[in-house]
Each structure stands twice: as structure tokens, then as C-alpha cells.
């Protein structure tokens, strides 16, 4: 499945953003989706994941509340919004997709996008 991520830019802290991510793959909705962002200097860090139906979420145990992650099964798309962003949310967002059932580490998604950088001003 090939991913492209959009939506990302230089935003002001307490600004809300929305990202997307498009998939082109007619089995998108059997795979769980999810959010990974790397920070300049770190390694990759689980950001949120959905589930194929939609339903189920799970969400980095530190970034619960400002986030939320969802999918459109019709168009190919899940999204990640953003609340009250911080300069510490500084980093590339990517869009991955798994077989496993809501993994939280990065290695356990098999397929990437791009990514698209997010930079948060304060």
C-alpha cells in the first residue's frame, strides 16, 4: 500500500492542525493505521493508531487528550488532529499501515509515507 502524507507547516503554539493521509490501496480498511513522528535528533516516537474498521484507537500513553485520530474507509484516509500544539510537537509526521492489531512501535508497521514536517513556533 503506498501512503501520502499532507497537511503539515509552520504553525504558532495553541494552533490546532489537521494532518491527512492518503492511501492507494484497495485493501486499505483491513489494515490498522497509525501515526509516528520523529523529532530532529530522536528516534521515531508512536504518536496514535485505528484500527481498520474505525472504531478502535490507542494513543502514545504521554499525548493523550490533544489528539485524535480518524479514517474515512471511503475515501482512503485517516487523519490526525491536533490541539493546542506545543514546540515539543516539532517533528516529521508519518502515516503507517500494519497487519497487527494497534501496534505502538514503529518497527511493527510495515509500510510508509513520506512524512510531512510539522514545526511548531512558540
Known amino acids: 500500500v503506498q501512503l501520502q502524507a499532507s497537511g503539515g507547516g509552520l504553525v504558532q503554539a495553541g494552533d490546532s492542525l489537521r494532518l491527512s493521509c492518503a492511501a492507494s490501496?484497495?485493501?486499505?480498511?483491513?489494515?490498522?493505521m497509525g501515526w509516528i513522528r520523529q523529532a530532529p535528533g530522536k528516534e521515531r516516537e508512536f504518536v496514535a493508531a485505528i484500527a481498520g474498521t474505525g472504531v478502535q484507537t490507542t494513543f502514545a500513553d504521554s499525548l493523550k487528550g490533544r489528539f485524535t485520530i480518524s479514517r474515512d474507509n471511503a475515501k482512503d484516509t485517516i487523519y490526525l488532529d491536533v490541539k493546542t500544539l506545543e514546540p515539543e510537537d516539532t517533528a516529521v509526521y508519518y502515516c503507517a499501515a500494519s497487519r497487527i492489531w494497534l501496534p505502538k512501535r514503529p518497527y511493527q508497521y510495515s509500510h510508509w509515507g513520506q512524512g510531512t514536517q510539522v514545526t511548531v513556533s512558540s
Open positions: 490501496d484497495s485493501t486499505f480498511s483491513s489494515y490498522t
